[in-house]
């Protein structure tokens, strides 16, 4: 199936029953050629709402990637009420280097809905999201750990808004964390034009990871027969007992050194627990570090090499 270059998405103008391939245009290049991102569309052969789909706004986050191949590669259009509008890469630029942020180094989770007349980043992700977000009406959006951390399958969602709070749960996730939307990111500027958001935070960077895609796409199927786009048996897999964290911190290095963290994703730790030590060069113990209160890991450090000020562990506060 062949892509076609369009500058603007008209859903109404698609044909009902299919799936579509684009290259949407958002902004363009130095040499003035379009910067497009790859789009697919399942137009519903039955009428029904819009879910959007959005992987890689950090350009190295690429679990969300093979979540959104698998669906249309399977998705049968005339079985679907409504339509999937999926970007199954972002961020462009960065999608290309591997790295997180966009090209002119501003982290394009921070300035959401970004500005028509802005700089680099801003214009762009003024494009993306006048261009895409606007047009559904509940999203997802992949993401995974940064580089030289690794996360547990945990979702970020707002527990207050009972939409978002099923969509969370539906993806049986291993952690949920409360989290109301920050300003500037993707799902904060969602949420403020009234669009209920969830953000997967699908472990590890630069890599795929088949066990966390498989249940990612099972967790997307979930939220479609939640709003009766399709037909599918919703199992609760962990059911009430998925931990819903009410806040969380990150803990971090009083000094230099190289880091061990003794916890694993996902364990839970009581308060006054040893969590980490760092060594000097030659071995010796030259730090300690105890849980300041009783939580879950929510993610954690696997980058040895710390500063002063180095992250340790992300610590999920059940209450
Ligand atoms: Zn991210």
New binding site residues.
Partial sequence: MKAAKIKQLDLDLLEKGKIYRFWLSLTSDGFGDPLSIPIFVAQGAKPGPILGLSSA??GN?INGIPVIQQLFRELDPNQLSGTILAAPVVNIPSFLRKR?RFQDNVDL?HIMPGKARGNVSQAYAYAFFHKFVEQVDYLIDF??A?FGRINSYYIRADMSNQVSAEMARRQNPQIILHNPAVNGTLRGAAEAIGIPAITL?LGNPNVFQPAIIAQSLEGVYNVLAMLNMFDHAYESQEGANIPVCQSSKWIYTRKGGLLHVHPKVTDYIEKGQLIAHQENIFGDRIAEYRAPQAGIIIGKSVSPVNSSGGRILHLGILK
């Fill in positions: 706004i950090h986050e997180r989770n993401h995974t940064s935070e």
